[in-house]
């Protein structure tokens, strides 16, 4: 795993050196979702990220050990990223970011019926969800 430099021994500030940027969360979100991606799925979300930025955050996540990649079996000039058990982890924080979203914002029918399930049994949600992408690492 690749070091980055950390401002304090304080968990929270180091988590953040992580994924506390604007763009971090949401390639691991998308990931959550597809199970892996190439670099060209990512640029297709709908909140357009930058190729510079892209880049930037695959790389410090995979460095943190947060994603991995692997040769596309299609394609030898495409890679795959998908989560690694660290990064498989941090589902339960992006349940809570959800759920403190959809108290603090307007959101779409789609994120209201993700939610909806979630809300039934967040416990075994979580639980589900995770076993499913620990099968894919």
């Known amino acids: 795993m690749g070091s980055i430099k950390k401002r304090s021994g304080c968990p929270v500030s180091s988590s953040l050196d992580i994924w506390g940027d604007k763009w971090s969360l949401l390639i691991i979100r998308d990931l959550m979702y597809a199970k892996q991606c190439t670099y060209g799925d990512f640029l297709k979300s709908e909140e357009k990220i930058a190729t510079n930025i892209l880049a930037s955050r695959l790389e410090t996540l995979e460095q943190t050990g947060v994603i991995s990649k692997i040769v596309h079996p299609e394609s030898k000039a495409k890679v795959l990223y998908k989560l690694t058990a660290k ?15 959809e108290k603090n914002f307007a959101i779409s029918d789609q994120h209201k019926k993700f939610l909806k399930e979630v809300k039934k049994d967040k416990e075994s949600f979580i639980k589900n969800i995770s076993a499913s992408l620990k099968k894919h690492i």
């Open 87 to 101: 990064g498989i982890d941090l589902l339960p924080v992006l349940i809570e970011i959800y759920l403190w979203g």
